[in-house]
């Protein structure tokens, strides 16, 4: 037991931070969502399949219900 714990269960060691609201999460409570980058698009053109304009963030599950990550 240490002084990380999750802000949200307050049960297990912090593992990860919301992007969003930046409580700290342990592997349990801790959601991973898909980001667009528009910024990846170039001249409507995919440079790359590798940089296929998306991003994971990692998030509380609150964040994930409240914000819109779509654009
Ligand atoms: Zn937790
Ligand atoms: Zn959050």
Redesign the pocket.
Known sequence: MGDNLCGVCQKKETEAT?K????ALCAECVREVSVENPGQRVLGVLTSPLKSGTKKQK??A??MKEVDFVD
């Open positions: 919301c969003v609201c930046g409580v998030v509380c609150t964040c």
